[in-house]
């Protein structure tokens, strides 16, 4: 007597959710933020005692949290507030926070690959204050070897001495916070620049030569149409940009979206669904690649790759140590995440009381490590299965063997050698596909 196994089907491709709501979607890291943990601090700064990892790169990212004004779509930590003394403060605070850090062995006379200013609104400082911090932080760990520098900026705040001051500290990419080249849009989602200063800054910008110019986009932004997203996606493609980076909108919960929403009792976000803000990426991506740009994230198009690097993001994606510093920011070293105060006059108190400023941490287990470099990696649209073989000692097609052929299934990923390709449709939207990875303890829910 024989038996036959009948082949397992397919699985169905699910059915997401179409509506905006408010949620995080954007998946930024890996356990989620929700799992670090204060009691998980003192192990954090011990491991600051030890050497680093072997073979491990450091970079540097640093938090400037002010800006002219809260966009109402902001979930990060920033102050428009703050007068020149709370600035200089804060400018202190940061400094004595990084003297601390440069001195534990975990340093190992490294010096850092890369230096990355966030915000916030890094460009809102002032030449002799921007002057003030870098040349602070150089002091204490040399920039010498430092391959990229990347500074964010807002177009408004870009006076041509300051982009000079700028270029002059070393910054090699410059990340202009365009977002849509529409006054009305810029307006009404509460972005402080309009289309005059975009184009007055971008034109400077090139002149003086920074070696790389990145451009942010946002599709999808409250009063966004068809006509205004192909307005704005000419627009940025006949700046000839060298990278641009487009995001689909999301509503986090600390948004002033959201608080509108709240205080209607609307559930849905009055912004784009997800379905047209993936179509309109979709469309920006082949308006870029008519021209000869290279679509190389789930974010990213780029000009010559083989030129345009953006190596923060390879190093955030591969596991370097990342020492950040500044209220709220986080990082990652020696094995641990770690995320500083997210409050000003908590994270500068700490800091002047000679204490470092750490508010939560976590020290993922060895498949959590794995996790998280995969799926990150994930949003570059491919990942080698040799290299994480190698690295991690589990093929990765046998280590996520379930997920993977869900996703192939559902026609998202193709699995061909040891290249395991995310298709343009998974591509649009792998931040929610990446939950499949997840481990069942770590999954919050997916928005859209």
Not at 411 to 435: A, Y
Request: hydrophobic share 35%; proline share 6%; net charge neutral.
């Amino acid at each position: 007597m024989s038996t036959t196994t009948t082949p397992e089907a397919p699985a169905a491709k699910p059915v997401f959710q179409r509506e905006t709501t408010a949620g995080n979607y954007f998946v930024a890291n890996y356990p989620p933020f929700a799992f670090w943990k204060k009691e998980a601090v003192p192990d954090f700064l011990d491991a600051l005692e030890r050497g680093p990892r072997p073979g491990v790169p450091l970079g540097l990212y640093t938090h400037i949290p002010f800006c002219r004004k809260r966009c109402h779509f902001c979930y990060f930590r920033v102050y428009t507030d703050k007068d020149a003394k709370a600035i200089r403060s804060y400018l202190d605070a940061v400094l004595k926070e990084f003297t601390v850090y440069a001195g534990k062995p975990f340093v190992g006379g490294r010096k850092p690959k890369f230096v990355y200013f966030g915000g916030g609104t890094p460009s809102y400082l002032s030449p002799d204050q921007l002057k003030y911090l870098t040349d602070g932080m150089k002091s204490l760990l040399t920039w010498d070897e430092v391959e990229e520098v990347t500074f964010e900026a807002e177009p408004g705040t870009l006076t041509d001495h300051k982009l000079q001051a700028i270029r002059d500290l070393g910054v090699t990419r410059l990340s202009l916070g365009i977002e849509h080249f529409d006054d009305h849009i810029l307006e009404i989602n509460g972005r402080a620049h309009r289309s005059k200063e975009i184009a007055r800054a971008y034109e400077f910008a090139r002149e003086i030569g920074f070696p790389q110019i990145n451009i942010d986009l946002i599709a999808g932004m409250v009063e966004e149409t068809e006509d205004k997203w192909k307005e704005a996606v000419a627009k940025a493609v006949a700046l000839k940009p060298d990278s641009v980076t487009i995001y689909q909108m999301e509503v986090p919960y600390n948004t002033g979206i959201f608080k509108q929403m709240k205080a209607e009792g609307k559930l849905v976000a009055p912004v784009a669904d997800w379905e047209t803000k993936r179509r309109w990426v979709d469309y920006a991506y082949g308006e870029f690649e008519k021209v000869g740009y290279t679509v190389t994230s789930a974010t990213t198009v780029v000009k010559d790759p083989a030129k345009v690097k953006f190596l923060y993001r390879e190093g955030l994606f591969n596991g370097a140590d990342i020492l950040s510093v500044g209220v709220a920011s986080f990082g990652h070293l020696n094995g641990y995440h770690y995320q500083n105060h997210h409050d000003f006059d908590p994270y500068v108190e700490a800091v002047n009381a000679g204490k470092l400023p750490v508010y939560r941490a976590l020290e993922p287990a060895p498949d959590e490590h794995y996790i998280r470099e995969f799926i990150l990696q994930l949003k570059l649209g491919s990942v080698n299965a040799g290299d994480f073989t190698k690295k991690f000692g589990t093929d990765p097609r046998q280590q996520f063997a379930k997920p993977l052929q869900r996703l192939q299934d559902w026609g998202f990923l193709t699995n061909g050698g040891d290249r395991i390709g995310v298709t343009r449709e998974g591509l649009l939207q792998i931040d929610r596909l990446l939950h499949e990875f997840f481990k069942p303890e770590h999954e919050t829910g997916r928005y859209a």
